[in-house]
Structures are given as C-alpha cells and as structure tokens.
C-alpha cells in the first residue's frame, strides 16, 4: 500500500534483505518498529505532513507530541495503513504499512471509542476475541485474554456494565482492552488519556509500561499534554506536519536547555521560526502554550 518512490540507494527496502544469513550484522540491527523517510500526505490540497523520516524503536514507548492539528492522529492512520494519499516510505514491523500481514500484529485505538453501547463491557470483549481467536478449540484462550484485558485497563468492577452506559473515559478504556487482546507487538494509542482524571492517567501509563517492558511491545502514543511526555522512552515532536525532534525526554532537555519538555518544545519552536526567518538569532520566547 505504501512505499511509494522509494529511492533503493538512499533507503533500502527492510524485506527485500531480511535473512539475517545474507548479513550477519542486521542481527546486532533489528528491523524497527516503524520506519518513515520522506514520509507526506495530503489531505484536501493540504500538505498535512511534510516529508517525515523517523524510526520508532521496538520494546519502548515513543510520544508522538504536538498541538492540536498538527498531524498527530494522521501519522497514525498512516502507520496502521488507514490513511489515504501517503507517499514515501512507511515500514512497520519489516512490512509496508497497511500490509494485511500486520493486522494481527498491531492494535490501534482511535479517538473514538469502538465499542458497542448495547453490550456489556465483557461481551464487547467476548466478540472481539471471537474474531481474533475462533473456534471452540481457543475458548480457554479467550476467556483468559477477555478477563486480562478486562483487568489491565482497571474495569473488572464494570465487566456486566453496558458500555452505553459508561463514562467517556470508561469506553474509552473498552476500546483500549480490544486492542490489547491479541497481546499485539505494536499499540497505536491515539491521546488515550483524554478525559482521565490524573489517578487514571497515572495508572494507564504505568501499564503502557509494564506492556512496553515486561510484554516487549512497542507503544506509540500520541497526546497533546506535553508533561506525558515526560512518561515517554522516546519523543516525536510535532508541529504544523513537520518534525520538531526526535530523541529521548532527558536528552531533549540537555540539548536545549531546558527544564521540562514543554519548555524545549517551545525553544525548539523558536529556532525553527528564527531558521525560516534567515536569521541565526533565536526568538523571545513564545507566550503560546504548547498543549
Ligand atoms: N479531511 C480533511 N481534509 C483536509 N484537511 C484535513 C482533513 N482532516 C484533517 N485535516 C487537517 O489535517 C491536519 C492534521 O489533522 P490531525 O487530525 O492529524 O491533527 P492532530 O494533531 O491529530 O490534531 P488533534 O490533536 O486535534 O487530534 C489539520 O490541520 C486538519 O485541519
């Protein structure tokens, strides 16, 4: 679906070259989670992002971080192949994105929630797992998954409660057990943590954690709040389609001097003003807030 243009010299194809037999090396170089080079997609006429290139690296929790519009949630779909009008070169998991090979590996929760209203909690998971897991021979399995999903994201004690009549953070966090059900190597979380209140978001990120280190999934999470970021192995800073930077909280910090993330998003905010101004001299700091 993807991997359009790709310019073989600059950007070889990961599966064209995967048997670690033809080169040995590529055992110490594993294969991202997700790959991007001069990644673009244009949406009504619109450049919404602009020649991206970036690696997402596996068994971490990378933040995709920006103001609001800025191409967070498009980044996304492209990731998980439901974007139209990608060009350039998209690889997750060794794949093209949008691969069918992929679907059961990567889980991907929308703003949206995607649950049934008329079902309980349990049953939207039951019908999940169906779908994932079939037949009689995997009934043990899915009871197992549904009841840990179920316990991961906190709602053993809603588990009969029609998801119609949960609150917008409680289907919200239906719609993130879904996608834990299949236990899949790459989660794309879309701001999972709007609407939580702070002892929520404090315990859905430690299980973003324990999912990243204990289960060795890869987490990318988008979120608007820039102190989530702080939460983050690795960040993705975004602003009008562009990438800001790329690095980890601690050395995006050092790097700009700066005491929290937000304050180094809005340095880098600054140089990139001062660069497409001509100038080397860096802007007073900007009044808007980064969130
Ligand atoms: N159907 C569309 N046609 C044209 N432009 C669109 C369309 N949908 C979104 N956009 C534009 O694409 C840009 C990126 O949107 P996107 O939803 O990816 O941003 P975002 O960073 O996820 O925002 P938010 O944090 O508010 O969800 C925005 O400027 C938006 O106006």
Known sequence: MMNYGRDPATDPDPAADSDPAADPARDATPVPAVHAHDLTVVRGGHTVLDSLAFDVPRGQITGLLGPSGCGKSTLMRAVVGTQAKVTGTLDVLGH???????????????????????????????????????????????????????????????????????????????????????????????????????????????????????????????????????????LLLMREGRLLADDAPD????????????????????EARATARGTRQPAPLAKESAR
Not at 153 to 179: C, E, P
Not at 257 to 270: C, Q, R, Y
């Open 96 to 234: 093209p994105a949008g691969d069918p090979r992929l679907r059961p590996r990567i889980g991907y929760v929308t703003q949206d929630p995607s649950v049934y209203d008329d079902l309980t909690v349990r049953q939207n998971l039951d019908y999940f797992a169906a779908v994932l897991h079939p037949g009689r021979a995997a009934r043990a399995l899915r009871r197992d998954s549904v009841t840990r999903a179920i316990d991961d994201v906190d709602l053993t004690g809603h588990a009969d409660v029609l998801a119609g009549n949960l609150s917008g953070g409680q289907r919200s966090r239906v719609s993130l057990a879904v996608a834990l059900l299949g236990s899949p190597e790459l989660l794309v979380l879309d701001e999972p943590t709007v609407g939580l209140d702070p002892v929520l978001r404090r315990d859905l990120w430690n299980l973003f954690h324990t999912i990243a280190g204990d289960r060795g999934a890869t987490l990318l999470v988008s979120s608007h709040v820039m102190d989530e970021a702080e939460r983050c192995h690795r």
């Open 251 to 270: 050395a995006l910090r050092d790097r700009t001097g700066s005491a929290t993330v937000e304050e180094a998003f809005l340095h880098l905010v600054d």
